[in-house]
């Protein structure tokens, strides 16, 4: 949710800045004023292209955990049933997990082996780190840099006739991050620091 609310910033954003001194008195329709508004100015572009790259890579983010859970839940019943259940599970998987980190260790892609228990253990492990990494990143992260995009629209930006509603975007991405679990939580539990 909080990529697609940054991604639906950037145009709202590319449009108030463009039209900004259109219409104003001794602003002709050929200057470079009229023309780009307030991407004139260095600042302004380069911050909006940060807003885009926090989107895309929150997108991605999202995404590429999104496709590690459809490949666990693949192969989580035949893993399930060759582990077996409850502590006969938990002590089966020790050798899968070894076997993992050698693979690892020796620079190997666990999800290359033949053993489902292998792939399997190794894709929890890493679902269980990116998910709250994700959750934490594209939330908090996510709300800060959506507070750019407001403040980018000027006084403008925090307005009920804003255009892409952007200030009610922001306040639901901060919300999101109380919603998606308390961003403390995901930092507490998978030891995920500020440069996640």
Request: charged share 25%; with cysteine.
């Amino acid at each position: 949710m909080g990529a697609g609310s940054l991604m639906s910033a950037i145009e709202p954003v590319i449009r108030y800045q463009r039209t900004r001194f259109r219409g104003a008195a001794g602003v002709e329709e050929t200057s470079p004023r009229y023309q780009q508004g307030l991407q004139m100015k260095e600042d302004v572009t380069e911050r909006l292209a940060d807003v885009w790259a926090t989107a895309e890579a929150a997108a991605s983010l999202g995404f590429d955990i999104s496709r590690r859970f459809d490949e666990l839940e693949l192969i989580q019943d035949e893993a399930k049933a060759k582990l077996g259940k409850g502590r006969e599970m938990l002590k089966n998987m020790k050798a899968p997990m070894e076997k993992a980190a050698a693979i690892l260790a020796a620079g190997g892609d666990p999800l290359a082996d033949e053993d489902v228990t292998v792939r399997y253990v190794y894709l929890q492990a890493l679902c269980n780190i990116l998910c709250p990494s994700c959750k934490l990143w594209n939330t908090g992260h996510g709300a800060d840099v959506m507070r750019q995009a407001v403040s980018l629209m000027g006084g403008y930006g925090i307005t009920e006739d804003c255009p892409g509603f952007l200030f009610y975007k922001w306040t639901d991405m901060q919300l999101d991050a109380t919603y998606e679990g308390p961003e403390a939580l995901p930092r507490a539990a998978g030891g995920v620091g500020e440069g996640a």
